[in-house]
């Protein structure tokens, strides 16, 4: 009973290890097209003729 509850048990944690690194996988993916939209849209600010998109 004990070997069949720990092979379920590790199914378990791949399973959550995958469905995590998906929802990781989306998350980089949106956030690098939002940062090229952001460089390809950028305004100038206005000194000097430097323009970014951040206001780091």
Do not use: E, H, N
Not at 12 to 33: D, N, R, S, T
Not at 43 to 55: D, I, N, V
């Amino acid at each position: 009973m004990v070997p069949i509850l720990l092979v379920l048990l590790l199914v378990l944690i791949l399973f959550g290890a995958g469905f995590a690194v998906k929802i990781l996988w989306w998350i980089a993916i949106a956030v690098l097209v939002i940062w090229l939209l952001g460089f390809l849209m950028r305004g100038t600010t206005g000194t000097g003729g430097r323009s970014r998109w951040y206001k780091w």
